[in-house]
């Protein structure tokens, strides 16, 4: 089960405190896009995701977004932004991870995975090696697409929390 457990649980993306990935020692943060850094089509996050940046870039360390969805999508999004991105990432494949640490000059200790699903993004960062956080969804339901993934995700979350119950807090916290 060990391979499914964050390294670390936040409540939201939009929560990460730069000077607590330098202690971390991140130089990159790869986050999730759908339900982590956008719910649906929210217009106003756009303002929100480029204020993340611009924070963690104050502080050298860079934003990649890596998300499963389709190239126009992601593109629609973040284009405007000027975010770098990996789309159609077939995460929990660790394929497009290694190849984004690759592409930054980072190493997998230097990375943190950041999504709001243990069966992609958690899955995809701990076998790539990477730091990796939960977040909370931004929204409950995201869609009849991944339906079958929250209910395998509810029961794996059923598993780690009989070990030790996984809890979130407004900064990154150990789990
Ligand atoms: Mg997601």
Known sequence: MSIFRPQYTIDTVYNLNPVTLKKMGIKTVFSDLDNTLVAWNQKE??????????RLNQHEISLVV???????????????????FIASAKKPFKKNLVKAMAQDGVTPAESLMIGDQILTD?????SAGMKTALVKPLIKSDG??????RLVE???????????????QEDLHEQ
Request: proline share 2%.
């Open 45 to 54: 996050t756009l303002k929100k995701i480029s204020q993340l940046r611009n």
């Open 66 to 84: 890596i998300s499963n969805n389709k190239y126009e999508r992601v593109n629609k999004i973040l284009e405007p932004l000027g975010i770098e």
């Open 122 to 126: 958690i899955l995809a960062g701990n």
């Open 144 to 149: 009849w697409h991944t339906w079958l993934n």
């Open 154 to 168: 509810k029961f794996i979350l059923g598993c780690l929390n009989s070990k030790e119950k996984i809890t979130y």
